[in-house]
């Protein structure tokens, strides 16, 4: 049976998306593949048909290795819905239920298994994979999530070092290798770790053109996420990444009392409350998550329509990855970061004190630069995300076969600086829409520099920001008196600049180490070997002179009119053929205990909404109707239909 029918047959589409006709031939064909897609690419595919074409080859069962033992249960719903042989073991089983999973691998009668590593690795698991393997009924690794391999992705997990042992021990079995994140070093640790150096690599364009991105400054960060959310995403699902426990339980609360639906997710958290909350996440519509990073991976709701970071991540890829989960069903979905001097210092502070090599805290600092960048541009936001990835936007990514280009992607950090001179635009990130006013912070930089000089000299002690401002603006306060520094000759020179421009002047000069931060002493000022080059006025400080407010882009987005809302575009009979088809949904997925988006994505509903079909073959054909659902449900929407 050929792969389009099993992409019709199965899961009810038309056509395969961007490269995954290559990928999928290739590991049918037994090849090795490492896949990079973005989140939201269609990766599932990518190994489920080849193991659907390779079952029915008599090659027997396809092992997927994921992290995710929490997601499990909904992956593997998902492809019987699609009516796939599929089963998962893990810790959530009783022994019966494991037991029963296991004779049923033994005869090779499953198609798709999942596991995870800590669980595949066992010596119990390697033989049952031996008594498969002494029949030929082992067909196809599938290693999900494979960056976590490396330590250099953002989640690391060191059980997957141990997934060596699959291509020691089943040399002649094909593995197909997939992954939401890599940049250059990420991708050549994966390789190099699980010996993928022969494989083929797959990298798609990691643009993501339905999210719109944007970053602000940190004024007063909850009512700005506020703001946000009540102006932009009443009643939509969305979520908002902290940095601490403690603050995810605070902004749930207070999202809460502003009538908005949220739930907390971190790890502190017990494991039955986690569950239940990403259960209902996933299975009610518009409720918003308030996580840590500990939340998130393999979450494949599609009509998430924003993810917004109160505190700044780590790094880009950690960046890119949580943004990424936002708009997988492709509408129009935001990415909104509100960000500040605090967590500069915060995120250099758990590098200095973080009990790792130096070496690799280098590493990180030029990640954490090269997310400061970012955050600072006054350019696109998306040709400096992309070029991160190393891809020029505009151009399809090089389905680049061998090894990873050196030198196209930090830790230096500089990718993203050097590309600012491309010029491209997206149209659809804040810098794009609302080209920012520049001003020249060179002056201030200099005289804030020079402060943080005669202060040290006059006492040699160092101080913090806010003392630092105070005596730029020329307040006598207790502490500017007590040390005498109102006699120093910068005092009140910077009385021209307000606070909020004088701290986008020193995060910048943090952002490019013009400025140190001595997070072992109350976090005060120090120069730097880079200080002298601005102090000399032989570097300029260019920096964004206000943001936009959420209503402006509001009504620009609006106009854009990019992207089409599906029950946007039914009529009035249409909609409420859509409207009766959520609910008729609602009910099934209670009772198979699935999220909705499993049964049928809003598209299908919407679809179904507007073409109103009468029989099974007018019905036959929507995108995401595969066989099975057809069989399933084909009747009860027909008798939706004419009763709606
Ligand atoms: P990823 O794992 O790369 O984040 P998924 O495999 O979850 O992405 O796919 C994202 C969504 O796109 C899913 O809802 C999936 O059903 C859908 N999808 C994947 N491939 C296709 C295709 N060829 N045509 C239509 N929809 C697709
Ligand atoms: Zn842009």
């Known amino acids: 049976m050929s792969i389009h029918h099993i992409l019709h047959q199965v899961f009810g589409y038309g056509e395969f998306r961007g490269p995954q006709q290559a990928i999928i031939e290739h590991v049918v064909a037994g090849g090795d593949a490492l896949v990079l897609m973005p989140t939201g690419g269609g990766k599932s595919l990518c190994y489920q048909i080849p193991a659907i074409a390779r079952q029915r080859a008599g090659l027997g069962i396809t092992l997927v290795i994921s992290p995710l033992i929490a997601l499990m249960h909904d992956q593997v719903g998902a492809l019987h819905e699609a009516g796939v042989s599929a089963e998962f073991l893990n810790s959530t089983l009783s022994g019966e239920q494991a037991s029963q999973v296991e004779r049923r691998l033994l005869r090779g009668d499953i198609t798709l298994l999942y596991a995870a590593p800590e669980r595949v690795t ?180 599609p009509d998430v329509r924003f993810v917004a970071h109160l505190d700044m991540p780590k790094n880009i890829e950690g960046y890119y990855q949580e943004t990424g989960r936002a708009g997988r069903d492709g509408e129009a979905a935001d990415a909104w970061m509100c960000y500040g001097l605090q967590d500069v210092v915060n995120q250099r502070r ?144 910077g009385a021209g600049f307000s606070e909020v421009q004088l701290r986008g002047v020193l995060r910048q000069l943090i952002a490019v180490g013009a400025v140190a931060v001595n997070t072992q002493a109350f976090n005060t000022l120090q120069l730097t070997d880079a200080s002298r080059a601005v102090l000399k006025g032989d570097v300029s400080v260019q920096l964004r002179a206000s943001v936009s407010s959420p209503v402006e ?20 009979q249409g909609h409420e053929r859509y409207v009766a088809l959520k609910a008729w949904r609602a009910g099934i997925a209670k009772e198979h205990n699935l999220p909705a988006y499993v049964i049928f994505h809003d598209a299908t509903l919407a679809a179904i909404a507007q073409r109103a079909p009468q029989s099974l073959d007018d019905l036959q054909g929507i995108s995401g109707i595969g066989a099975k659902k057809l069989e399933a449900y084909g009747e009860e929407v027909l008798h939706i239909m004419a009763s709606a």
Not at 401 to 406: A, M, T
């Open 122 to 301: 066992t010596p119990r698991f390697l033989a049952q994979l031996d008594s498969l393997q002494e029949r030929g009924l082992l067909s196809l690794f599938a290693i999900d999530e494979v960056h976590c391999v490396s330590q250099w992705g953002h989640d690391f997990r060191p059980e997957y070092r141990a997934l060596t042992v699959l291509h020691e021990r089943y040399g002649s079995v094909p593995r197909v290798a997939l992954t939401a994140t890599a940049d250059a070093l990420t991708r050549a640790d994966i390789l190099e770790r699980l010996q993928l150096q022969e494989a083929h690599q797959f990298v798609s364009s990691f643009d993501r053109p339905n999210i719109s991105y944007t970053i602000v400054e940190k004024r007063d960060a909850t009512q700005q996420l506020l703001r946000f959310i009540s102006s932009q995403h009443r009643g939509e699902a969305g979520i908002v990444y902290c940095q601490s426990r403690k603050r995810v339980e605070d902004i749930a609360n207070l999202l809460c009392d502003e009538g908005i639906a949220a739930l907390p997710y971190h790890a502190g958290l017990d494991a039955k409350v986690r569950q239940a909350n990403q259960d209902q996440f996933l299975r009610s519509e518009g409720i918003v998550m308030v996580a840590t990073i500990a939340f998130g991976m393999g979450i494949d709701k």
């Open 350 to 493: 758990m590098i200095d004190e973080s009990p790792a090599g130096e070496e690799f805290k280098q590493g990180l600092r030029g990640k954490l630069d090269a997310l400061l960048g970012l955050a600072e541009a006054t350019d696109c936001r998306r040709v400096r995300l992309l070029a991160y990835f190393g891809e020029t936007y505009g151009q399809e990514a090089a389905a680049a076969p061998g090894r990873p280009k050196q030198g196209t992607a930090p830790p230096g950090g500089s990718a993203a600086r050097e590309v600012a001179s491309v010029g491209a635009t997206c149209q659809n990130c804040d810098n794009c829409l609302h080209p920012p006013a520049v001003w020249d912070g060179t002056d201030a930089a200099r005289k804030l520099l020079s402060t943080i000089y005669r202060v040290q000299q006059m006492s040699s002690i160092s101080f913090g920001a806010g003392h630092l401002m105070d005596i730029l603006r020329g307040k006598k306060t207790d502490k500017v008196l007590q040390f005498g520094h109102q006699s120093l000759s910068t005092f009140g020179i």
């Open 553 to 572: 882009r509001k009504a620009k987005r609006a106009g854009a009119g990019a992207v089409i809302k599906a029950p946007a575009a039914l009529d009035t």
